[in-house]
């Protein structure tokens, strides 16, 4: 079966997505979910973010990139939501940028994600980064927080 637009929208545009049924249309989703990244809705745009983080394929991850650049803030947020769910791979390629943006939500985000990635094989050098934030993130909050997920670990 050929996914469609149509496809990836019945799945996001309810308040409770199906993201359960958007990651299941799997690969031939993506495209659909990086125009919905681009696109003028930032709640589409985050809700397609997180469906992508769910999607554990290659093209995934260039969703996932597209929305850790994005302009607005609660589409980098999905972003760093959305790397807690996504591979080990996919995650280290967004979440070093997301440790470090300008907005104090987004890295709030970030730092948990990483966390839980931290953890696993291949999440060394997110380890790493994360004792950095723990140690020179401008928001006393943070670097509470980055410690005290790393404690565990």
Do not use: C, W
């Not at 093209?59 to 807690?84: C, F, K, N, Q, T």
Request: glycine share 8%; proline share 6%; no cysteine.
């Amino acid at each position: 079966m050929a996914v469609k637009m149509a496809d990836v929208r019945a799945a996001l545009d309810p308040d409770e997505p199906n993201y359960e049924a958007a990651s299941a249309l799997g690969p031939e989703a993506v495209p659909f979910l990086a125009q919905l990244v681009r696109g003028q809705d930032l709640l589409l745009a985050a809700k397609a973010t997180y469906a992508a983080g769910r999607i554990h394929s290659g093209p995934a991850i260039r969703v996932l990139e597209a929305a850790a650049a994005h302009a607005d803030p609660s589409v980098r947020v999905a972003a760093a939501g959305a790397a807690g769910s996504a591979t080990v791979e996919q995650a280290i390629r967004v979440l070093p940028r997301l440790l470090t943006d300008a907005d104090s939500g987004v890295r709030r985000i970030a730092v948990q994600s990483a966390a839980v990635k931290a953890g696993q094989r291949g999440g060394r050098g997110l380890r790493e980064q994360l004792r950095t934030v723990g140690e020179n993130d401008p928001n006393p909050a943070i670097r509470n927080l980055t410690r005290k997920l790393t404690a565990r670990q």
